[in-house]
Structures are given as C-alpha cells and as structure tokens.
C-alpha cells in the first residue's frame, strides 16, 4: 500500500481546522464549488409486490417487527411471514458457508431474505400506492403476478443497491422514501430485508458498550458477515429474474447504505471485517460489480474497535470509489474511525460531514446528501465524465444543511485516445514530490534501482500528450546540477517558462504534456483544476506539488507550503 495521503497525525487537527478553511482560496475561484442542489428525480417509481397480511400480527406486535425480524418469547419472526402472497414476492435462500471464524451459528445453512425492487415507471401508471402502517407507501407497487411496468421498457437501467442500517429494512423508518428518492433518478434499486436480530441480540444504543459487544462478539461477527452474502445474492437475483435481467445494466451497479449498511457494501466489495477482539480480519466476499458506493453515516467501528480490522487495514487493498456522508455529532459512527478508514482507499475517496447531525438521517440535509450521492455515483458507476469533472470541484451544496467536504480525491477516468496519467511520487528522504507522464520514467522509479527512493503517492491525474492538439504544452525543468535545486517543475505559462529557460540555475528538459490554461484560477465546465503548491524553501531546497484534492491541499498548507493557485485545467 502506498503511504497514506493525509497522515493519520494530522487528521484531528484538519478535521476541526477544515470547518474554517473547507471553502479554500482556490475553491473559492472555482466557479464550480459551490452547486446547487439537484432538482427532483424525472421519474415515477413503482416497487415489487410486499403484500402484507396484517391480520396474522398477534396481540402487541408489529408489523415493523416483521420487516426488522424482531425475535419474541423465543420465537422468529420475519416478514416471510406475513406477506400476502409469498409466490408472487421476491424471497432468495442465502446459503452460508462452512466458515466457523465467520458463521458461528449458521453455518452450512440456508437462510431466507426478502427483496424489495423499485424502478423508473411511467408517470401515467394505473397502479396504486401500498400504504404501510406509520404513513409511509410503497409507490405503485405490483400486485399479484404482475410485471414491472418500466418507463422505458427499451432501456437496460443502472442498478443501486441499498443496504439499510442495523435492525433497519426497506420499510422501516425513512428507508423507503430514500430508496424510492433513488430509483426517481433513473436507477433500479434493490434491497434486502435484513433481519439482524435473527443473528445477533445487538441494537444501536449497545453498539458502543464494549462489554456487552465483547459478550456477543461470535454472533455479531456473523450477523455482519450474512449481510454481504445476501446482498450479494440479492444483485444476483437481480441480473438473473426474467423481469429484470434485460432492464438491468450489470455494467452500471452502485451501491448506497446507511450505518451498518455502508459496512455491508464495503465487505461486498471486498474489504475485510474484524473477526476477533484482538483485531485480525477476514474477508467476507469480493464482488467487483460495485463501482461506486455511498455510506450515508457509515458505521466504520469505534476508535478502540475499528470494523475493517487493526488501524482499519481491512480496506488496504479496496479500489472501489467510496464516498461516505458523516454526522459531526455522530457517537454511533464517529468521524474519526471513518476518516481512518477513508483514507486507506485506494481509488477515488471523499469525506463530507454535516454540522449538527448524529446518527439519524438528517432531512434539512436531505437536498445535500443526494446531490453528493447521485454526482458521485454518476461520476463513476455510469461513468460520466461531466459529473466526474462536476464531483473533483464539488465543496459544497447551496442551502440545506451545513455540509462540509473533509477528505476529496477523484481518480481520473481511464484514458481516452490522446491522453496519459500524471502519476506523483513522493521521496521521503529528500521530503520532495515529483510526477512524470512517461511510462518509462514511471516504470523505473517503481522498480526503485536507478533512482532509488521513490513512492507513489496514489495522486494522479490526466493530461493530453503533446501531439493531443488540446491545450499548452508544459516545459519541464529541472535543476541544473551544482548552481541549481535538486527539483523539477513544470508550467503552461509561456512568461514562466521564458524566465526559466533564461536562468543558468535551471536546464529544459523538453515538452511533457499538453494541458489547457485556467482563467483567473477558473476552468471550463468540463475540466478538473490542477493546483500548485510550493515548499517555500523550506529544508533547504525547493520543491513543487500538484494536486486535484482541496484537503490534500490544505493539508499541505498546514505544513507551511504555499498555494499558487490553479496552474492547469485537466480532463477527468
């Protein structure tokens, strides 16, 4: 793994300094950081049949115990059993592993979920709303056998997959008007029924007792280590029902989940869950078909018990873009164990928080947190490379809640004819940065033979190649030996790399790269800002930093290094 981009020593301090500097003075000349927050879904929104029959619910129960799979008196209970027409309702067999570090209890076994599927439907749809005890509907739901009604039945639609918080289902509470608020964007959605409670005697308000955690811990690791088979199958059953598999894209899956649930997504992926109170981990599953996810307050373990293992090295290896939605006053899913796991992403990772928000979904923020969640999943589960422009320059959303953008890398797109990476390195002996755009130069200072000493620093970002045609090609410097500092640079501005090539202190290397100019620190529509940072000086010599990422930048900052502003406007 390469070094973390922001060390973990710095954290708290850029976690509070941040809620003053979160607009920096580039972002401020970004005409683009600031957005308005996204109109209402086009679509109207139909969902699978959950016919309940209400009159089977004894005395003092629920129907909510049902959908969350509340145990009583010794007995199970689930929504399988009480659905109307279990036939016609989507309910898969989960087969458990013969994993006894994982399953203690269900190992070998089968284990039924209920699904819930919501869809783009026309907005003249015939069928009725399914009103649910507590006010809530299930929008246009099929009744009986009937199909989906799609609103464009030519279309094979991206897919989310939506992973509810602990004890949590996609009725329960505001999971449903959530779920239907994504699936009026254009996205099919499915959902299982969780039922932790039939796995795990564990809630929210005992999360944070150790004690009683420690007691339970076996059936807590099987309780998490379930939800990401069964969400797994869940999209399985998705791609493969007659309904759905030719309205269904499988190369466009993102996921969204709240709490719990954005563990749950990141173990789909991948990452590795804590299994015993010493800290080790294993992995669950690996689905590569998640291209993007969201955690809406992520539960990423407490300070003392991460949920991805010690230091949360459980999401070293993890490439899959990640965006978590945090509460600032969040106890049940503090920031601290999410910026730690955040930052040992390896591809695009971003970090918003919400002022005065604890562990509930926060609906004056509501605007904030689907303008971050639907920009981001655009960016890169459907890869559309405006909204990956739109997303890197993205600080803040105007109006609702306060948000607050901590932690921001996007990862550029893959390359399109014409293009090449900028990839940065970082010598920690010299404490100097340097990027190159050549294969060959990037090939040897990862073998670490002839220039020994280099790391990626896993920053990079796009540029044209300098027969592209697009842009202004960048002279590249570097000192010269003995009179000159032991650095490179590199510019577009012509009067630069005029005064540069007339100083005997500094040699031209050539042309690098083509990039096109900013216009008072401002790009195009389109266009990633490239931002230059310089040391100052400081430890002797002089050096120059590149970066796409505001908190990176700051971060910097703090270290005593000066923002120049943006120096080139890259594509995604």
């Known amino acids: 793994m390469p070094p973390l981009p922001i060390s973990l020593l710095r954290w708290n301090f850029l976690l509070f300094a941040s809620t003053l500097l979160f607009v920096s003075e580039i972002a401020r000349a970004d005409s683009l950081a600031v957005v308005d927050p996204l109109p209402p879904g086009p679509f109207a929104v139909g969902c699978s049949n959950v016919e309940q029959d209400f009159s089977r619910l004894q005395p003092g129960e629920t129907a909510k115990d049902y959908w969350e799979g509340t145990p009583a008196n010794g007995r199970e209970r689930y929504v399988t059993q009480i659905l109307a027409d279990p036939a016609d309702a989507l309910v898969i067999n989960v087969n458990v592993p013969d994993d006894r570090e994982l399953f203690v209890n269900r190992a070998t076994q089968q284990v039924p979920f209920a699904l819930l599927v919501c869809y783009p439907t026309p907005a003249d749809t015939p069928r009725a709303d399914y009103a649910l005890p507590g006010g809530n509907s299930v929008p246009h739901m099929q009744r009986g056998a009937q199909a989906p009604l799609w609103a464009d039945a030519s279309m094979r639609w991206p897919a989310i ?65 379930i ?51 010493g800290l080790s981990s294993k992995q669950v599953v690996a689905d590569p078909r998640l291209k993007a996810i969201v955690g809406y307050v992520p539960y990423f373990g407490l300070p003392i018990f991460p949920a991805f293992g010690r230091d949360q090295k459980g999401l070293d290896d993890m490439t899959v873009p990640f965006l978590g939605i945090a509460g600032f006053d969040d106890t049940t899913a503090p920031l601290g164990p999410i910026a730690q796991g955040v930052l040992r992403l390896q591809a695009s990772r971003e970090l918003v928080a919400l002022e ?9 923020s509501a605007p904030d947190i689907f303008t971050w969640s639907l920009t981001f999943i655009a960016a890169h589960a459907l890869d559309d490379r405006n909204a990956r422009a739109r997303f890197a320059r993205m600080v803040s959303v105007r109006g609702g809640g306060d948000d607050r953008l901590l932690i921001d890398y996007t990862a550029p797109a893959a390359l399109d004819t014409g293009q090449h990476d900028a990839i940065e390195y970082y010598n920690a002996s010299l404490n100097h940065y340097f990027m190159t755009t050549e294969p060959a130069e990037a090939a040897m200072l990862d073998a670490g033979v002839i220039v020994p000493g280099w790391k990626r620093t896993g920053f990079q970002f796009k540029a044209w190649t300098i027969d592209s045609g697009v842009g202004v090609a960048a002279c590249r410097f570097f000192g010269t030996p003995v009179i000159g500092p032991n650095t490179h640079f590199f510019s577009i501005n ?43 000086g400081m430890g002797g010599d002089a050096n120059h930093r590149f970066v796409t990422s505001h908190s990176e930048a700051h971060a910097m900052a703090f270290q005593g290094w000066l923002l120049e502003g943006a120096v080139f406007c890259a594509p995604p």
């Open 356 to 364: 005065g928000v604890g562990h509930f979904f926060d609906f004056p």
């Open 227 to 277: 939800r990401p088979l069964s969400s797994a199958k869940a999209l399985d059953f998705l791609l493969a029902h007659p309904h759905y598999r030719d309205h269904v894209d499988a190369g466009r899956i993102a996921g969204f989940g709240a709490s719990l649930g954005g563990e749950t997504l990141l173990l789909q992926a991948g990452a590795k869950l804590t299994i015993t109170v």
């Open 161 to 225: 997959v939506f992973s509810p918080g602990l004890a949590g289902s996609p009725l329960s509470s505001d999971y449903i008007v959530a779920l239907t608020v994504l699936a009026s964007y254009g996205y099919v959605v499915v959902s299982t029924f969780p039922g932790d409670p039939r796995f795990a005697d564990i809630h929210i308000d005992n999360l944070s007792d150790l004690f009683y955690a420690a007691l339970h811990f076996p059936t807590y690791v099987e309780m998490q280590a």
């Open 494 to 536: 012509a009067a630069e790399c005029a005064k540069l090539r007339a100083d005997p202190r500094w040699t031209f290397e050539g042309l690098a790269f083509d990039e096109e100019a900013p216009l008072a620190d401002d790009c195009p529509v389109g266009r990633i800002p490239v931002m230059r940072l310089y040391n100052n």
